[in-house]
């Protein structure tokens, strides 16, 4: 599967979670760091359940595909969930706290506009990072070999940092991307993963071509591009707003 199939409620779940605390605290929080206190562990703790959910999710996709058992994932997509969560907390109060909170600032720090874009991006990490476990557990305890191969949706509104990366395998987009998706603010890109069978030599697709023909891409308001490099780009970057 290009993405998980319930993506877009996933987006439309954490999205409400996002944009709850941030309008709980559009009006309490000020310009220094001690201010966010509640701010940062109410916006982490809303998070968490959501991106867990993700991971699991993906995983399962990967556990399902390979008939692959699975260990600790419950553990483990907990664990990853809250540090995840907690990071992307972090980053936002980061951001804000560098930004004006009043004025004509404050209906974009702590709009639907900045919850979506969070949103999308922890979405996209916790796909990857759910999908990783799994194959790291097969390289270690089955010694099966998988190499991923870079998607995008490969229209026109894909940014200029994921466009080129499309259809490349790791080797390639490790060089320039090696956390893999997402890369920057809204990033919907996704690995797709092919095993190589070493008694004939090639790479088996697990997923891509029949799946892509069946899920199509995200609905997007119009005019905002699928993935827009809105400044906070990262290989390792946390989370991305405006």
């Avoid at 709850?20 to 998070?47: E, K």
């Avoid at 419950?74 to 009043?102: F, L």
Wanted: charged share 25%.
């Amino acid at each position: 599967m290009p993405d998980l199939a319930t993506r877009s409620q996933h987006e439309e779940e954490l999205t409400a979670a996002i944009l709850t605390i941030l309008l709980m605290n559009a009006g309490r929080v000020g310009p220094h760091p001690g201010d966010y206190g509640d701010f940062r562990r109410d916006l982490a703790g809303s998070m968490s359940p959501h991106l867990r959910k993700v991971y699991v999710e993906a995983a399962e996709g990967m556990v399902a595909a390979y008939g692959f058992p699975a260990a600790d994932l419950d553990r483990a997509a907990a664990s990853w969930a809250d540090q995840a969560a907690e990071k992307a907390a972090a980053a936002v109060s980061v951001t804000t706290i560098t930004h004006p909170v009043t004025g004509s600032k404050l209906d974009a720090m702590f709009g639907p506009g900045r919850a979506a874009k969070i949103a999308v991006t922890e979405i996209t990490r916790a796909v990857t990072a759910g999908e990783i476990f799994i194959l790291i557990q097969m390289s270690d305890d089955a010694g099966r070999e998988l190499i991923s191969v870079w998607y995008t949706e490969d229209d026109a509104r894909v940014c200029p940092i994921c466009g080129p990366l499309h259809g490349t395998p790791q080797e390639d987009w490790s060089q320039a991307e090696p956390a893999g998706p997402p890369v920057h603010p809204n990033c919907r890109c996704w690995l797709v993963y092919e095993e190589v069978r070493e008694s004939i030599g090639e790479a088996e697709h697990w997923r891509g071509v029949d799946l892509l023909e069946h899920q199509g891409p995200d609905e997007h308001e119009s005019g905002t591009p699928q993935d827009s490099n809105d400044g906070d780009g990262n290989g390792g970057f946390s989370v991305l707003d405006s």
